[in-house]
T-cell receptor, first 113, second 115 residues
Framework: DAKTTQPTSMDCAEGRAANLPCNHS???????VYWYRQIHSQGPQYIIH???NNETNEMASLIITEDRKSSTLILPHATLRDTAVYYC??????????????FGKGTSLLVTP | ETGVTQSPTHLIKTRGQQVTLRCSSQ?????VSWYQQALGQGPQFIFQ???????GRGNFPPRFSGLQFPNYSSELNVNALELDDSALYLC??????????????FGPGTRLTVL
């Protein structure tokens, strides 16, 4: 069962910030929030992850609410190459599946000129 | 480029046949996971291998099986192919316990079509 809820699709103008929301209201205290993206015809690509503090790397920023029930992935200056499906994933804390990632359907982000 | 390679790129089989897909993990990664991605869906976890042993399995029947070799490369075998097995099969490697804990590096996938 999916543990996250994301909008099906979003648009963003090139050069503007893309803010992708994710709801994970049932997240447990020791579960991390991960973001991956999948550009058409490629394998998924890791973007960023966090537990409760906001995180930033060269690709994006991750903002997690204080109650940890939702998060937002921010691409500060979207480019056409950021057009992809973005997956928000909560890693199971008690799983027999090792480090399995439970992908949902993700958000299809379209960056337009 | 993640350093994870998969072969073949595309494959066409008929119902009832058997297929073997191959994956070479990123250098030094001892864990390989396999995922199935149907058209328009997110990837679904099949199973994972850690140091040549299965380390977890998703909701897939036993006709989906795998192997991991001493060099950490891996195979996915599917017997008695069904039409619904048509999908993109993704391999991902990782190295648990490092700074990139749980970050998985995906290959480009093998597109399997079952007729």
């Amino acid at each position: 069962d999916a543990k996250t809820t994301q909008p099906t699709s979003m648009d963003c103008a090139e050069g503007r910030a893309a803010n992708l929301p994710c709801n994970h209201s049932t997240i447990s205290g020791n579960e991390y929030v991960y973001w991956y993206r999948q550009i058409h015809s490629q394998g998924p690509q890791y973007i960023i992850h966090g537990l409760k503090n906001n995180e930033t790397n060269e690709m994006a920023s991750l903002i997690i609410t204080e109650d940890r029930k939702s998060s937002t992935l921010i691409l500060p200056h979207a480019t056409l190459r950021d057009t992809a499906v973005y997956y928000c994933i909560v890693r199971p804390s008690n799983s027999n599946s090792g480090y399995a990632l439970n992908f949902g359907k993700g958000t299809s982000l379209l960056v337009t000129p | 480029e993640t350093g994870v390679t998969q072969s073949p790129t595309h494959l066409i089989k008929t119902r009832g046949q058997q297929v073997t897909l191959r994956c070479s993990s990123q250098s030094g990664h001892n864990t390989v996971s396999w995922y199935q991605q149907a058209l328009g869906q997110g990837p679904q976890f099949i199973f994972q291998y850690y140091r040549e042993e299965e380390n977890g399995r998703g909701n897939f029947p036993p006709r989906f099986s795998g192997l991991q070799f001493p060099n950490y490369s891996s195979e996915l075998n599917v017997n008695a192919l069904e039409l619904d097995d048509s999908a993109l099969y993704l391999c991902a490697s990782s190295l648990p316990g490092t700074a990139s804990y749980n970050e998985q590096f995906f290959g480009p996938g093998t597109r399997l079509t079952v007729l």
